[in-house]
């Protein structure tokens, strides 16, 4: 039987449509994250670095002691710095936002928003707010209606969303925390509908390389962040809203036409790689579309099982680390090391493209282990998830410690994050060895809960940075993200339990039973009676030849 498989695969004929789907979902996860990260680097632009120092010469002007020039023990040198980024603003082109808010005679804040620490922590945050209470229902959705529509019309609502930013930002500021807030819950929906697809779709054995799809958000971020960087230094900040929108829209065109919910639906699928999936899935997934309207969710089942909260408590500590480390890095740069908004584009990109290359490398040595057979499925993902938790939290704490050394800082990062992609074969996979009929599901009951760091890490950032942008202040940011990260990693490694869950399974239909049951009976009542109905005359007719005996 291992040699049909293989011999299936070989009678494939051009581009397969899992090699299709996987370059969508890479693509798909790209926009998604630059919706995420686009304001982190905007927001280095947005706001007024004079603000502080003309609202209260009290105040501690935004710059820190790794400044290389070390500009903050001269006065003339700050005047000089800021008024350098007030001359490169004037040089830039005019947005479209600005011109129609000059034609239309609208004041605005001219030479950048008046926000602190907190402020600029709530926009930031607002996306993560209610980001977590689309995790589920993203899931469920896709359940229902099919990963297509979820995934694509999330991003492209969520693209949308942005090309408006620009404007909402020069009108009113708690509106514009308000459209981050929606455009966080639009992107929601999308994570856990696609682990959906994955379990339709692809054979357990290249679930880890197939995940690696979901690291096209971080090649997105590599990408994104140096470009990002280039587009606010020849143009304005508000050009990267306005880029998201172009690539979004670009993309959803393609998913619309290249992607399908199973291999029965796709139209241009080879037969044998249809076959073949069908074949290597078997009954573990759910193919009959009555049957998948009308199966109920085993919630108790799933909400009682210790493989979803052992998952839950790993994510809590990847999306920790992640977000933290994602959110934070251009301001870190920028503030802490006094890098030029480019620069601090591509030092916040590298990592971030280390980390693809990283889960490439370790999704390969993964499947390679349990194709060859060297390794159990579980002790895969928790081997993936010593270098994803607790190796990451390891170099987080040299980050932390790395103080004005910026080639420690640029290391120190770039290692963790990329220790990062090792996820794609550790804790995701996991939720999709554990139930591949559930698994868009229980990556939204852990991304819940898990999610809620979004905006809580930026909260905490404010908290330490208020009026007080120096090493230290970051060195407990780091180490706080370290710890989480170490004890979530050694949880996962000691109690998850990696098999497939009995509850994967759905119950016999329900509906039809009672039906069924019902004929049956009537059946039987009709043939007891016609069975008693035939005894009653067979025995009249021996009482009556009994009685012609006797008159005879």
């Known amino acids: 039987m291992g040699a049909t498989p293989k011999l299936v695969e070989e009678k494939t004929d051009g581009i397969k449509a899992r090699t299709v789907l996987w370059y969508m979902t890479f693509f798909g996860f790209a926009v998604n994250y630059i919706i995420r990260i686009n304001a982190n680097i905007a927001i280095v632009d947005m706001i007024d670095l004079n603000y502080k120092k003309n609202h209260n010469d009290n105040q501690t002007v935004i710059v820190s002691e790794c400044f290389i020039n070390d500009i903050t023990n001269s006065t003339d040198s700050d005047d000089k710095s800021l008024a350098t980024v007030e001359n490169d603003r004037s040089r830039r082109y005019t947005s479209i936002e600005r011109r129609l808010l000059d034609y239309f005679e609208i004041e605005y804040e001219r030479d950048g928003f008046k926000w602190d620490e907190h402020k600029q922590a709530m926009f930031l945050g607002s996306f993560y707010w209610l980001h977590w209470a689309s995790q589920i229902p993203g899931g469920i959705l896709a359940t ?267 290391t120190f990062l770039s290692i963790s994050l990329a220790l990062h992609g090792a996820v794609s074969s550790g804790v995701l996979a996991g939720m999709i060895d554990n139930s591949p009929n559930y698994s868009g599901i229980i990556l939204g009951i852990t991304s819940t809960i898990a999610i809620c760091s979004g905006f809580v890490s930026p909260m905490i950032v404010g908290y330490f940075t208020f009026e007080n942008q120096t090493t230290k202040a970051w060195q407990h940011i780091f180490e706080l993200t370290a710890i989480v990260m170490i004890i979530s990693g050694i949880i996962y490694i000691l109690f998850n339990d990696g098999s497939t869950q009995p509850w994967n399974k759905p119950k016999p239909n329900k509906v039809e039973a009672p039906d069924i049951s019902l004929n049956l009976r009537k059946q039987l009542l009709s043939l007891s009676y016609e069975t008693a109905r035939r005894a009653s005359v067979d025995q009249n007719t021996d009482e009556s030849k009994c009685e012609n005996e006797r008159e005879k």
């Open 144 to 410: 229902k209606y099919g990963t297509k529509f979820v995934f694509g019309y999330a991003n492209y609502i969520s693209c949308v969303l942005c090309f408006i930013t620009p404007l909402i930002s020069y009108l009113d500021y708690r509106l514009l925390v308000f459209v981050r807030l929606v455009s966080g819950i639009f992107t929601g929906f999308a994570w856990p509908a696609m682990h959906h697809l994955v379990g339709l779709w692809i054979p357990g054995n290249e679930r880890s390389r197939f995940v690696t799809a979901y690291l096209g958000s971080s090649i997105g971020t590599a990408i994104a962040y140096p470009i990002f960087g280039y587009i606010i230094k020849i143009s304005s900040w508000e050009w990267v809203f306005h880029a998201c929108f172009v690539v979004g829209t670009i993309w959803f065109i393609l998913w619309q036409y290249n992607v399908y919910d199973s291999p029965e639906e796709h139209p241009r699928i080879h037969p044998s790689e249809k076959g073949y999936i069908l074949q290597v899935l078997g009954s573990s997934v759910i193919r009959d579309e009555d049957q998948k309207k009308e199966r109920e969710i085993p919630w108790i089942a799933i909400l009682s099982s210790r493989s979803t909260w052992i998952a839950t408590v790993a994510q809590i500590g990847g999306i920790w680390g992640l977000f933290t480390l994602l959110t934070q890095s251009p301001t870190y740069f920028r503030l802490i090391h006094g890098w030029s908004i480019e620069m601090v584009g591509v030092l916040s990109g590298i990592p971030h493209l280390l980390r693809t290359g990283f889960s490439f490398l370790f999704s390969m040595f993964g499947d390679y282990l349990l194709t060859h057979n060297k390794m159990s499925r579980d002790r895969v993902r928790k081997f993936a998830t010593l270098f994803h938790l607790i190796l990451n939290g390891v170099f987080c704490f040299g980050l932390a410690y790395s103080g004005c050394n910026i080639i420690m800082a640029v």
